[in-house]
């Protein structure tokens, strides 16, 4: 539910009847959360969250609540103040959560999306579940103690949830992206493009075509290398060929949706603003990974090419692209709805070559839908990554005092307007901050229950890797980079040359 100002019982100061703040007997705020020594993983997502926070100093009297891990260090506390040990909090949740949290690596999944079992390799964890699971119990635990539950709102005020279709352009194929494109261009506001520079940047009519819109990269090659030093040259002359070509690419999504530490410090260096890969999140709020910089954008994972792919392997070819696409068409039309009631990011992608470009109503009846739902932010990646970055700088404090929850922000963003989630158990109220502050009733109304969406969604079930699929992994093999060009300082390159060398 949303409040608007109107709508809140008074303004701070305006009772003649409240005693002076003097005469009260001094209160600690009840909101930021002070976080002492605590797991990395849990700071991303309270971050994530918008979790008012702060970094726990001993003696600070910023905050009621203290955060700290009892296998760590335990805070002096003053007077007036809690803590929680977020050990217990690890034991609740079950299993070990940190580490789960902190695991950046991928593994095959497969889900039944109608007739269909589509394959993709995406991240082994599901970091939106866990962190649901996570922040529900520690609201729980805050809110037992006396205490106050709110988030910064992840969309700006009036948004309920934000929508996206990012293109990444593999191949280029002249028929499938006049197709794509004709749809795109009507809808720039929340299209964006990344493009892979080998394959595009000698067609000029393509890059004229796109400039103006939202462009990011998507490598030079094609392919999400294991070695740093190969992601960096890779990343680099990509974005330098796009820029040659007079596009300044902003962002960056990796080939075949792969995430490694290597190719995260060549976006580090090259100080790219955010990049999106499946295999380290998906279906998730936006977070900066842990000691970095480069905001990572998760987005749904299922595309039409997965559709196809799965399509092709069940059906008749005359028929498999009709049912991969009304297959997609209708996954696409579930996920936006639910998503938009779950306030979720609606943020999905596709390939114009052979697929988009080929089923181009696919685009059309999507947007069509997406038109019709109500607080909707239209928004390209590029435009959602500065508002993410914004709001992770917002620092809230609040207090509670006769019957009133007073919220005073700083450092707010000029051209976004921030809102916070006032929560109570799993039912929240969205009130816009104005000019930094909101006030309201400790009994707002509150909206319906929120839920994780993870329910309803198809179910993932794993796949193991086949020794074929292990190797391939291992010896990052691939056919994008030509024989010349691949790097022969490390033995997995030379013997991924030695091999392409014998297989050519
Ligand atoms: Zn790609």
Known sequence: MTLTLAQVPSRVGASAARPALAE?????????LLVADVPQALRVALSQEGVPC????????????????????????????RSFDVDELRRIVG????????????????????PLAVEEVVARADRAALRWQLMSKLRAMVEAAGGLWM????????YQTAFNFRIDHDEYDAGDFAATLAIAERHADCVSHYV???????????????????????????????????????????????????????????PLGRFNRGLLA?????????????????????????????????????CLGLCLDAAGS????EKAGAVAAETALRHFLRMARDKHQAREPVFFYGHPAARLGRFPHLLRELF????????VWRVTLAEFAKWWTARAKISVQAFRRNGQIEVVAERCPVHYSPAVDYWRGDRAATLPLMNGRAVFACDAPLGEPRRPLRDAYPRRVARRWGWRDRLCRYLDWEYATPLEEIATHHWRGRTKRLLREVKA
């Open 24 to 32: 009260q007997p001094i209160r600690l705020p009840d909101l930021p």
């Open 54 to 81: 702060q970094d726990y100093v001993p003696g600070s009297r910023a905050g009621r609540f203290v955060l700290y891990d009892s296998t760590r260090l335990r805070p002096r506390l003053g007077e007036g103040q």
């Open 95 to 114: 299993g070990n959560v940190w580490q789960e949290l902190a695991d950046e690596r991928a593994g095959r999944f497969a889900w039944q999306i109608g």
């Open 151 to 158: 988030s910064i709102a992840a969309f700006p005020h009036p």
């Open 196 to 254: 892979c520079a080998s394959t595009h940047v000698r067609h000029s009519q393509v890059l004229q075509r796109l400039r103006g819109m939202h462009v990011g990269s998507h490598g030079f090659w094609h392919h999400t290398y294991r070695d740093a030093s190969a992601n960096l040259t890779n990343v680099s002359r990509g974005i330098d060929a796009l820029a040659a070509a007079g596009i300044v690419p902003q962002g960056f999504a990796a």
């Open 266 to 302: 060549a976006l580090e260096s090259l100080c790219v603003s955010h990049s999106s890969e499946f295999g380290l999140a998906f279906d998730d709020l936006p977070f900066f990974p842990a000691g970095s910089s480069v905001l990572q954008i998760p987005i749904h994972p299922v």
């Open 314 to 317: 069940r059906f008749p070819a």
């Open 368 to 375: 069509d839908f997406v038109g019709t739902l109500d607080g």
